[in-house]
């Protein structure tokens, strides 16, 4: 046989992170057909099987690990020592690639094809059995997959990190068109180490310097970079190519692997986008996914990646609930969202009333008064909407990104949406332009609905989505902002297909995917929180059965979630002349004028709203005040509200009950109070939100001395109902979300107690069953004393003359956290720092006398941050760091 080892295999190791053994070589006969008969590769592995039989250990499987270009082996470090270690043992076999990392340079020029067959080669030499379990990134991911559709019998799962298997409809990337020009490539992959030093700069955070020179190690000389510069050039850019067919023939091959698959990405990828993720989705529907924000392409070393492997490797986990989540769903009876204007659709009453039609929009007609929309006319407008966009190519399943104001439009998107199956992504502005593009990014709709406004951004930022705008456009705009279709067009063609006795729109299954709804972002990036069908109508029927809500309420909808279920509710909803997802822009006579349009009944506002509309209230005429007489119910959620604002906002609504649900995008309500309620709680350490609304059931999951809720692993019977006992609140409900979206790590832990989720809320039960709230798990004090909770200090501190609102922060190592308050001064201080002498003293008194917390600062600042959307919930996190910053004695500005 012929060895075709040229030049000679450089000596490995030792590299950081790498265990002594793990590092071997094997000779292997090569079936490729760019080598002659009889032809032996030398290839390098980092392999801890050896490691695994010296210590007497039968692992579960073997991962088979594959690199991309220009890394190596040394990729899968961390993969091989914890797999290695793990209470289920794997064992890693992790290749470099042949003309790669350290293994032989061949002389030939290897395309795609090959790549396959010489895994096949060595996975055969080496004996390989299953359970086998791919790895691959970067080009990696696709020779991994080629070998998994020759390999069935042996596989049992794929894991892929930012890969390609197909261009998808899309040009090459940027920098992959840079190193591929004729100008450039020798240069940049060969001659120079160039391709490698920009790769390696991709790292977030960089690289150290030992694991810089360790990727760089197999690539020193020209000569040994001759694979680099090959496998940049076989990229198989258009039908043209030679390696364009093996790509065809396994990116197809792909849709028929029925075997669990993970996707773990990184957003922040200049040449392996999201795009590329939505094509994987759409040819593994089934996958799990989890988006790592901030990380870029070398996923594997920016963040932990072998933790939630190997748990996945555990579970085999599908996307879908637990099977205690489903059947705590199927429990609850089934009404669809859309069985209310089904039921309604020949009554001529109002439905929907906008106070501002598409006000929001730049040169938007206005004064045009209020705009209703009959029930009849809602009916008949879905219905048509519906059928329109299924012309246009719409398919139940696609995700629809809604960036249309709450109003008439709005709803008719959505139930048009939801009668035909297709999932509305609904992210508004209020999470502000960074978050909102991260959202929708990362939701990946196919289709985007928006205003002129909305447009521009998404061509400007590179949204996905073919476009729709939400109201008629010029030839000209059409052709900037690239519509493809308007709403009214496609309304009308949607009454054309209406003629006659069309057939009615197959109805989703209830257990179909329904909504992506966003979180506030007030805790981190806003996350992406999915709602079936079956669920939305459990919130709905929550809400029925907590509040008496009935066929005929008439609502008005100041609080953006709760224009979705309008409709669904069988309530006349109206749409008040506000930004809403600019709380503050709601004022006392727009509030009054909206109930008055329809004698409403119920009024939803976030705690924000209502604070501007108490600034605002002495606007207010006679009819003005009659108005708002005539509201028997106002419920506001977003923020707890302390008792005096709710007392000043009764004297508004003097025959109203005043209700303050406590819930969270991801189960909305939880429990309820009213103001009644409230005050016969009086105070206590944390905000009392009440007990259990209908069909909800809420534990609490007791903190450990540092901090942690529950034992390790912890189970729903280490939980406790018990009264004074502090810790994580866990709620059970019907209408409790379905998952985090596409993050699959954060779905596992919010679901690690099957059937429950956990809020990352801390609270207590009192002895009369309320539940008290007392902040974030993320924002608990480990001071020496021990464990605190912030917002009891926080009313302390605000009930001092002189102090507005108030933050209490932990400030340096955990265990050893100094305790700060931060403070809104009144009259407003124009400069932020420490506070008056007299003022921090008598902070400090009302902290240590009501809770025994001693603070190490106090200090001041014009307004403390808070999250976009609500505008009162305060980010603790932000003014954590701020403050540590202050008392190390930098000169910094307000947070």
Known sequence: MVAADAPAVTRPGPWPGVRPGWSRTVEVPSTAACDGPGTVHRWHLLDNGPDLEARGIEPAGTLLCVHGNPTWSYLWRSLL?????????WRVVAVDQLDMGFSARTGRFRRLADRVDDLGDLTRELGLAGPVVTVGHDWGGIISLGWALRHRELLAGVVLTNTAIHPAGFSLPPALRLALHPGVHAWGTTTTPAFLRVTHALARPALAPAVRSAFMAPYLSPARRSGVGNFVADIPADPG?????????????VRTLDVPALLLWGPKDPVFSDRYLRDLLDRLPHADVHRFEGAGHLLPEDR?????????????????????????????????????????????SAAVVDMAPLSTIPGAAHGEGPRTLSWAELADDVDALARGLASAGVRPGDRVSLLVPPGIELTTLIYACLRLGAVIVVADAGLGRAGLGRAIVGAGPAWLVGIDRALAGARLLGWPGTRISVRPVSAATRRALGVRHTVPELLAAGRRLSGGDPAPLPAPAPDADAAVLFTSG??????????????????????????????????????????????????TSVTPDMDVTAPKTL???????????????????????????LATADALDAKDSAALAHVSLLLSAGAPIPEPLLERVQELVPHA?????????????????????????????????????AGARV????????????????????????????????????????????????????????????????????????????????????????VRTPVAAEHAAAAVPGAGRAAVVGVGPSGTQAAVAVIEAVPPVRQAGPADPGLAAQVRAAVAAGTGIRLAAVLVVPELPTDIRH?????????????????????????
């Not at 303050?660 to 016969?680: F, K, N, Q």
């Not at 069953?769 to 798990?777: C, Y």
């Open 81 to 89: 020592a914890a797999a290695a270690d793990a209470p289920a043992p």
């Open 657 to 693: 009950s005043l209700h303050t649900p406590y819930g969270m995008t991801e189960a909305l309500p939880v429990t309820d109070i009213d103001l009644a309620g409230i005050r016969e709680a009086g105070t206590g350490n944390g905000v009392c939100v009440g007990t259990p609304v």
């Open 587 to 613: 004022t006392a006579t727009a509030l009054a004028q909206a109930a008055g349009t329809i004698d409403a009944t119920v009024v939803f506002a976030s705690p924000a709203a209502l604070a501007n509309v």
């Open 522 to 571: 007030s805790t981190g990036p806003a996350k992406g929180v999915v709602y079936t069908h079956r669920r939305l109508s459990a919130m709905r029927d929550t809400l029925k059965a907590t509040y008496g809500l009935q066929a005929g309420s008439a609502l008005v909808a100041g609080f953006a979630p709760f224009a979705l279920l309008g409709p669904a509710l069988g309530a």
């Open 241 to 253: 190519h030679p390696s364009w067919a093996a790509l065809e023939e396994i990116s197809s091959g």
């Open 304 to 348: 932990d990646i072998t933790a939630p492997v190997l748990r996945w490797l555990g579970t085999h986990a599908g996307p879908g609930g637990t099977p205690e989540d489903t059947a705590a769903s199927e429990a609850a009876p089934y009404r669809s969202l859309l069985a209310e204007l089904d039921e309604r659709g020949t009554d001529r």
């Open 699 to 786: 534990r609490i999951l007791p903190l450990s001395a540092d901090g942690v809720p529950g034992p390790d692993a912890p189970g729903i019977d280490d939980s406790t109902a018990a009264a004074d006992v502090t810790g994580e609140i866990v709620v059970a409900a019907p209408h409790v979300k379905e998952r985090y979206d596409r993050l699959w790590i954060t779905q596992q832990e919010s679901a690690s107690l099957p059937g429950w989720h956990r809020t990352g809320d801390v609270g207590h039960f009192d002895a009369d069953g309320r539940l008290w709230v007392e902040g974030r798990l993320g924002h608990l004090l480990t001071t020496p004393e021990g």
């Open 871 to 895: 505008n009162s919930k305060v980010d603790r996190t932000a003014l954590a760091g701020w403050a540590s910053r202050v008392l190390a004695g930098e000169r910094v500005g307000a947070p």
